[in-house]
């Protein structure tokens, strides 16, 4: 039986729905699956962004220098980009600088368009910016002050409407706090303190934190992760321990604390465990290593128990191997220099459900920046509400405008938004409407 639809005269229809596309409120990100680098030169820092091919390979589209100088004498708080993240949203990056000296170090903020292109849009100068960035929702930041001197903190800060940073909380944090890990509901932000051997668990409400859990642990805790499924973190023990070490802890789903894994620490067969990265279905624990510059993989049943798979690539010098992050079926990691190799750059490899990973032809790629340190991969998402149905995603604007009213002339699936479904009628203009000023979050 064919569909039923109230006439509604196309010319109507239009003026109704431009409109409210003037009144709408639009935002930016990127349109295609991203990786942002940061770029660690001492005498030159930089930010670049690369394309995820449908295939996976890399490709360069953007880099932004953030600071300049002759040598490490002098000034430049915009040298040595050592931590990178993205929000929520996709619509803003953020790295922290650890150039060092007590010159000043910035926090920058950079908008993302949707061609994967970055603006700076905030500088923020700090006597020391921290090792490690967390943004803990699309306007608040996480940024560590880490000193051995002094007791460390959490430093929170407020982005505004006019893009601005502004500091609103300090919480101490131990005496060395160099990795932060976010679990993925954002209710708890997670801390190390590698002097201490210790992980906190901070309660993220508002624009503050409420300390919940102060936990020992038997190895440094150098880096640590949250599992895509918020279940586990693992805290990687760098030369303590042995040299082989990693422990893993469950997360209590009801306040967020930590209670050791069955056998945990655990043993690695690479040489100085530094940080992790987790495959997007929390089956398979990708651990980097310093001192053999090693990836090697790890199948994690579903209690979390990790089991070598044996597969591993290595990067080449010791501490070359620098950060990680995944997307669907794929692994990134850096290669912060050339020596013994030549090669240089950002690696992308195909992964597999046996823990198996290989690196893509053309791998690694030149970041077109000095020594890579931190990567953050950007899943795109294909539309942001129902309104956004039309390229560029994720933006809503008149392209949206017409794609609806050729789809609802037509009486096609991309309008029919609105019970009943198979009825294009008044319903599916409303929603389409009430959708569209809402804007993409």
Same mark, same amino acid.
């Given at each position: 039986?064919?569909?039923?639809?109230?006439?509604?005269?196309?010319?109507?229809?239009?003026?109704?729905?431009?409109?409210?596309?003037?009144?709408?409120?639009?935002?930016?990100?990127?349109?295609?699956?991203?990786?942002?680098?940061?770029? #660690?030169?001492?005498?030159?820092?930089?930010?670049?962004?690369?394309?995820?091919? @449908?295939?996976?390979?890399?490709?360069?589209?953007?880099?932004?220098?953030?600071?300049?100088?002759?040598?490490?004498?002098?000034?430049?708080?915009?040298?040595?980009?050592?931590?990178?993240?993205?929000?929520?949203?996709?619509?803003?990056?953020?790295?922290?600088?650890?150039?060092?000296?007590?010159?000043?170090?910035?926090?920058?903020?950079?908008?993302?368009?949707?061609?994967?292109?970055?603006?700076?849009?905030?500088?923020?100068?700090?006597?020391?910016?921290?090792?490690?960035?967390?943004?803990?929702?699309?306007?608040?930041?996480?940024?560590?002050?880490?000193?051995?001197?002094?007791?460390?903190?959490?430093?929170?800060?407020?982005?505004?409407?006019?893009?601005?940073?502004?500091? /609103?909380?300090?919480?101490?944090?131990?005496?060395?706090?160099?990795?932060?890990?976010?679990?993925?509901?954002?209710?708890?932000?997670?801390? &190390?303190?590698?002097?201490? &051997?210790?992980?906190? /668990?901070?309660?993220?409400?508002?624009?503050?934190?409420?300390?919940?859990?102060?936990?020992?642990?038997?190895?440094?805790?150098?880096?640590?992760?949250?599992?895509?499924?918020?279940?586990?973190?693992?805290?990687?023990?760098?030369?303590?321990?042995?040299?082989?070490?990693?422990?893993?802890?469950?997360?209590?789903?009801?306040?967020?604390?930590?209670?050791?894994?069955?056998?945990?620490?655990?043993? *690695? @067969?690479?040489? *100085?465990?530094?940080?992790?990265?987790?495959?997007?279905?929390?089956?398979?624990?990708?651990?980097?290593?310093?001192?053999? $510059?090693?990836?090697?993989?790890?199948?994690?049943? =579903?209690?979390?128990?990790?089991?070598?798979?044996?597969?591993?690539?290595?990067?080449?010098?010791?501490?070359?191997?620098? #950060?990680?992050?995944?997307?669907?079926?794929?692994?990134?990691?850096?290669?912060? *220099?050339?020596?013994?190799?030549?090669?240089?750059?950002?690696?992308?490899?195909?992964?597999?459900?046996?823990?198996?990973?290989?690196?893509?032809?053309?791998?690694?790629?030149?970041?077109?920046?000095?020594? @890579?340190?931190?990567?953050?991969?950007?899943?795109?998402?294909?539309?942001? =509400?129902?309104?956004?149905?039309?390229?560029?995603?994720?933006?809503?604007?008149?392209?949206?405008?017409? $794609?609806?009213?050729?789809?609802?002339?037509?009486?096609?699936?991309?309008?029919?938004?609105?019970?009943?479904?198979?009825?294009?009628?008044?319903?599916?203009?409303?929603?389409?409407?009430?959708?569209?000023? $809402?804007?993409?979050?």
């Amino acid at each position: 039986m064919p569909a039923n639809r109230t006439a509604i005269p196309v010319g109507t229809l239009a003026a109704a729905i431009t409109a409210a596309a003037l009144t709408a409120h639009a935002t930016a990100q990127a349109d295609l699956p991203m990786i942002f680098v940061a770029n #660690e030169g001492n005498l030159e820092g930089s930010v670049t962004s690369m394309h995820v091919l @449908p295939s996976g390979a890399l490709q360069f589209a953007d880099r932004v220098i953030t600071g300049t100088r002759g040598s490490t004498s002098e000034p430049c708080p915009g040298c040595n980009p050592y931590a990178i993240d993205i929000t929520p949203s996709g619509q803003f990056l953020a790295t922290t600088h650890a150039a060092g000296d007590n010159f000043g170090e910035n926090i920058t903020v950079y908008e993302v368009a949707a061609d994967g292109s970055l603006t700076v849009v905030e500088e923020l100068e700090l006597a020391q910016a921290g090792l490690d960035i967390v943004w803990l929702s699309n306007d608040l930041l996480a940024v560590p002050l880490t000193d051995l001197s002094t007791t460390n903190t959490v430093r929170l800060f407020h982005l505004d409407e006019d893009n601005q940073l502004t500091q /609103v909380g300090a919480y101490p944090a131990g005496g060395f706090l160099t990795s932060m890990a976010l679990h993925p509901s954002r209710r708890w932000l997670y801390t &190390n303190d590698s002097l201490a &051997n210790t992980v906190r /668990v901070f309660e993220v409400v508002g624009d503050t934190l409420t300390l919940v859990q102060t936990l020992g642990i038997p190895v440094y805790g150098t880096g640590i992760e949250v599992t895509p499924n918020g279940r586990f973190l693992y805290a990687a023990g760098g030369i303590s321990a042995g040299g082989h070490a990693f422990a893993g802890y469950a997360i209590n789903p009801a306040d967020g604390t930590l209670s050791a894994l069955p056998g945990s620490p655990f043993t *690695s @067969p690479g040489s *100085s465990p530094k940080g992790f990265t987790v495959s997007t279905d929390s089956t398979i624990l990708y651990v980097s290593h310093g001192t053999d $510059a090693t990836i090697r993989s790890f199948l994690l049943d =579903n209690n979390g128990i990790p089991t070598s798979t044996g597969f591993m690539f290595d990067i080449g010098l010791q501490g070359t191997l620098r #950060e990680m992050d995944t997307l669907d079926g794929l692994l990134f990691a850096l290669d912060d *220099s050339t020596a013994i190799d030549g090669v240089a750059g950002a690696y992308s490899f195909n992964t597999f459900g046996d823990g198996s990973f290989t690196p893509l032809p053309g791998t690694p790629v030149d970041t077109q920046g000095v020594s @890579p340190n931190d990567v953050v991969a950007w899943d795109a998402i294909a539309g942001c =509400n129902a309104a956004d149905i039309a390229s560029p995603f994720n933006i809503l604007d008149l392209a949206d405008v017409q $794609a609806f009213i050729q789809s609802f002339v037509a009486q096609t699936a991309p309008s029919d938004i609105a019970p009943p479904l198979g009825v294009w009628d008044l319903a599916d203009v409303q929603a389409f409407i009430s959708a569209f000023t $809402a804007g993409c979050p």
